[in-house]
């Protein structure tokens, strides 16, 4: 390969190829008749013929509204909506059955605690820490609480490496902190940060501690008992599940305490006309017909990660990460966002001075058959931290290989060499001046 | 799904790296600057109306990628000269045309970028002025 000093990889650490097999789409064709290299994981992950075949198996044959019908089909849907709860309380650990609560996502995770914990429990004054890698979905709910309680949000800033100044962190904590929520793994630098530090010293100053997961459950094994973490958001669809369905796990005293959300079906126990009793945990927090079908898949794609083996997964995106990186990092004028290897989970983001992401992103495409993300990522903070307005993102999951890098890697040479300025000179139409 | 010879034909290049009227226009009275929230592209048009209602002079700054801003001196060029009746009646589908080649519809938001800061700047007169 042009340029790059030879590289190996370790393969006793990656998992065995024919898992592919287990993945429809993964062998399909894009751009200009490439094989799809799929390295945008962190958005979103495919799914697995066995998630699929749970999906399609409900809808023929045992698909009916739950908690509702004493029929046939709606007891059927109703013990496999449950039993997905069960594998979601297995996988995170999660004492309590009825501290998981099924929601549409990470996004709606965060707002209900947002929502409800907030507005219940914030004051003007009081003090939210967030940080500067914070996707957008765990910024702006904190900001309309803060708009509407009057508490005030501080950032825990970046070292240089893009690791979360701790030092920093420790000044921030105060008595006024009343909760820390803060990203396992950055979805833009994949930074992997040290949550159970942030929790036993958030603990230790009085405040609760939010983890947005979506970029941590996926790929490490997470575990909510050991961390002793207040509240937990992450999302089906970035691991092998649905998209529509997330979960938010909070301890049961905190989940109890707090207010319902949204108000409607399901969360009641008894509503009059001119008032109402909430439920109890879960259903409190699970209004209207909950995302039944996505949560099966959701718990077939959690049996699917288990029996593959989330330290095992963790393992074959080490060394992806690793591989990529020590490539990338060889390419003149490109630059790394985030940390070393050894900090960070499986993905690489990076930009080049004066070629913007979106031309790797689509040459990636069309040429390479390699799926990248290009822009912010939605995290624009982190983006004008940076001082850049866009980058490109490489993401790895279980089913990549050591040869989709080298696609990766080769297109991404490819783009640099097209869009080398070549000291052009236009025929003008009209005068310059 | 056009080829990538197609989408970076050898004229867009050629507006990407030697474009027109790339700067500032000291004699603006109208400007305005908007960007693409997807990907945080970012284009500022700076234009000179005469009493007459015609665009004497226009210049445009930016960050982004090939086709935001190779379509932005393009379009720049094309509307040099013309007047606000013309520009305003140049649609979004005029622009793409003038782009050339076929554009994915994530792609044509690089692409109407300029075009929809442009329409929207001959309603944005600078503060000293009058319109």
Known sequence: MTDIATRSVDRTALLP????????????????????????????????????????GVYERTYANVHRGIHTLSELSTEQYETARRSVQRLINARHLHEVIFTSGTTASINTVARSWGDANLRAGDEVILSVMEHHSNLVPWQQTAERTGAVLRHIPLTDDGRLDMEAFDGLLTDRTKLVAV?????????????????????????????????????????????????????????LGPSGVGVLYGKEALLDAMPPFLGGGSMINEVKLSSFTPAALPAKFEAGTPPIVPAIGMSAAIDYLQSVGLDAIHRHESELTRYAYDALSQIEGLRILGPAPEHRAGLVSFAFDRIHAHEFAQVLNDQFGVAVRAGHHCTQP???????????????????????????????????????????????????E | MPSEEELYQEHILDHYEDPFHRGHLTSATHAHEDKNPLCGDVVRIELEL????????????????????????????????????????????????????????????????????LQSAVHSPLNDQKN
């Open chain 1, 382 to 432: 982190l983006h004008a931290h940076l001082g850049i307005a866009a980058s490109t993102r490489a993401s790895f999951y279980l089913y990549n290989t050591p040869e989709e890098v080298d696609r990766l890697i080769e297109g991404v040479l490819a783009v640099q060499r097209m869009f080398a300025p070549q000291g052009r000179q236009r025929k003008r139409r009209k005068p310059d």
């Open chain 1, 17 to 56: 190829v024919a898992l592919r097999n287990d993945f429809p789409i993964l062998s399909e064709e894009v751009g200009d008749g490439q094989r799809l290299a799929f390295l945008d994981n962190a958005a979103s992950t495919q799914r697995p013929r066995q998630v699929i075949d749970a999906l399609s």
């Open chain 1, 183 to 239: 990203a396992a793994v950055s979805n833009t630098l994949g930074t992997i940060n040290p949550v159970a530090e942030i929790i036993a010293k958030a603990h230790a100053a009085g405040a609760l501690v939010l983890i947005d997961a979506a970029q941590s459950v996926p790929h490490l094994p997470v575990d909510v008992q050991a961390l002793d973490v207040d509240f937990l958001a992450f999302s089906g669809h970035k691991m």
């Open chain 2, 50 to 117: 005469n009493d007459e209602g015609k665009i004497k002079n226009v210049y445009f700054n930016g960050q982004g990628c090939v086709i935001s801003q190779a379509s932005a001196s393009m379009l720049i060029e094309e509307m040099y000269g013309k007047t606000v009746d013309e520009l305003k009646s140049f649609s979004a589908e005029d622009m793409l045309a003038l782009y050339g080649p076929r554009l994915t519809p994530n792609r044509q938001k690089c692409c109407l970028l300029s075009w929809k800061v």
